[in-house]
């Protein structure tokens, strides 16, 4: 680990001005961590947020529920208002990471977690994200993790966060406040930037940007949803591949509300509109499911190590939609 | 507001009691524990949060110490492996792995004890599978894992 100084700040303003002067954010450390002890990063200061106050789920007159950043993974995951009207997020979070990490980790935290990439990781190899123009390992070398949606001849890079999947299937919106104080809405959707040439800028915030809370609105949390994530090991893995699916049904039982996003298979969460189309307006039956679960891998460019991750994603968005539909 | 530093000297409260020590900022809290306070019990295994030999718990919470700042870890409870015990009489956990021989070369058993005392105060140890489930975060290269099942169960079963 490189020298660096610590300082904590007490609110947003100040946290900015930090930033603005190089300084980089920590909060739960858990990723942030792994990153110094590796030394694929090396920032001349830490601005720790915690005492910014922004933890705790409410929910807010109009019924959307608000989550702060601070909230910890394991906190969000046993909420009873993310468990009952938002099970895809609670299923998320606790298919995430370790029980102890659960504890330490932040949403926040979640939504800027960086690629596990194996060159990304390791500071002797060149890498696009980490080191611009150094080159691609990942295209010709070990890429069984990487994506095969959303890459470029750049970066291929997966981003690995289990929540931001099921906030995609939410329609869930991102709050950020700028270095000068005003504050924005982003959807989780357009949160996170495909690599093209630029794989270094991973997400649409700014410097002195901090993000205060995620919002998950009213509409979503009348639908029904639910996470399957695949992995090499039964817990304690990142996904391999996972699908994050919303539904709600009209009186007829015909899908009037459906949202399908993936992970571990993308550069950024990845929304299956196709998949949706194919299934909106009809009722689910297995063949109907399947058939349009096949689109999932639409547009899907693999490598020698992670073709089939293509069959994977179609299966495992079959599997979730039928287990939410009572089909499986 | 405190002005960014690089070196630090931070009151550590663990198992109940005390600390002053001085830290560098990059100082871990595993690194503290057991360089600066000598409480080698809480294992260095990883150092990047992967196999659980740091766990320790801060405000009654399993985490893992080797992720954490120390300079982060001021003002809050930390219980490590030698908190446990009161005297000569193992805690619950603790006896219960011995009972089951739920370790082999031992080195990642501190923080078995540690995690499944966190899981057993969370109420998550209904049953082996949720145990296995709640136990995830803690390897154990020896292969233990169905006496560490075992132990947790009949410590669970015990303080129930």
Not at chain 1, 185 to 212: S, Y
Not at chain 1, 296 to 309: C, D, F, L, P
Not at chain 2, 50 to 74: I, K
Request: a negative charge; proline letters at 4%; charged letters at 20%.
């Amino acid at each position: 680990m490189q020298p660096f100084t610590y300082v904590p700040v007490a609110d947003a303003a100040g946290a900015a001005a930090r930033a603005l002067a190089g300084a980089q954010f920590i909060a739960g450390g858990t990723d942030m961590l792994q990153l110094l002890q590796e030394n694929v990063v090396q920032p001349q200061e830490l601005a720790d947020l915690n005492g910014l106050g922004l933890a705790g789920i409410t929910e807010e007159g109009d019924g959307a529920l608000r989550l702060g950043a601070l909230t910890r993974l394991q906190e969000a995951a046993d909420h009873p208002l993310l468990r009952e009207r938002c099970a895809v997020a609670a299923e998320a979070l606790a298919a995430s990471a370790s029980p102890m990490v659960r504890h330490m980790a932040t949403l926040g935290g979640n939504l800027l977690q960086r690629t596990r990439c194996l060159y990304f990781r390791d500071v002797s190899t060149p890498c696009n994200k980490r080191q611009p123009g150094s080159g691609c390992s990942a295209l010709e070398g070990e890429n069984r993790h990487n994506a095969i949606l959303g890459g470029s001849e750049h970066c291929i890079a997966v981003q690995p966060s289990d929540l931001p999947v099921a906030l995609v299937a939410l329609d869930a919106e991102v709050l950020i406040q700028g270095a000068g104080g005003a504050e924005r809405w982003v959807p989780v959707e357009g949160f996170h930037r495909l690599p093209g040439d630029t794989p270094e800028i991973e997400t649409v915030m700014q410097d002195g940007d901090i993000i205060l809370a995620i919002r998950i609105p009213a509409h979503a949390t009348r639908c029904r949803s639910h996470y399957v994530k695949v992995r090499d090991r039964a817990s304690f893995a990142w996904a391999l591949c996972s699908a994050a699916v919303a539904l709600r049904l009209d009186g007829e039982g015909r899908v009037a509300e459906l949202r399908v996003a993936a992970g571990g298979v993308a550069t950024k969460p990845w929304r299956l509109i196709r998949v949706e189309q194919e299934l909106l307006g009809h009722r689910l039956d297995r063949d109907r499911v399947r058939l349009a679960a096949v689109w999932a891998s639409e547009g899907a460019v693999t490598r020698s190590g992670n073709a089939y991750k293509a069959p994977l994603l179609q299966h495992t968005v079959e599997r979730a939609i039928l287990e939410l539909g009572g089909l499986a | 507001m405190p002005e960014p530093s690089q070196n630090f000297s931070l009151t550590l409260r663990v198992n109940g009691a005390e600390h002053r020590v001085a830290v560098d900022a990059r100082t871990t809290l595993l690194d503290a524990l057991r360089d600066r306070l000598h409480l080698t019990g809480t294992k260095k295994g990883c150092a990047l949060g992967q196999c659980g030999a740091c766990t320790v718990l801060l405000d009654g919470r399993r985490v893992v110490s080797c992720l954490m700042l120390a300079v982060m870890a001021e003002g809050r409870q930390v219980t490590t492996i030698e908190g446990l015990a009161r005297g000569d009489d193992l805690h619950p956990v603790q006896a219960a792995f011995v009972e089951h021989d739920a370790f082999q070369c031992g080195y990642c058993t501190p923080g078995q004890i540690m995690s499944a005392v966190g899981a057993i105060s969370e109420g998550r140890t209904g049953s082996d599978d949720e145990i296995r489930e709640q136990m995830s975060g803690n390897l154990c290269r020896c292969g233990a894992y169905t006496n560490i099942v075992a132990a947790v169960r009949d410590a669970a079963a015990r303080e129930g």
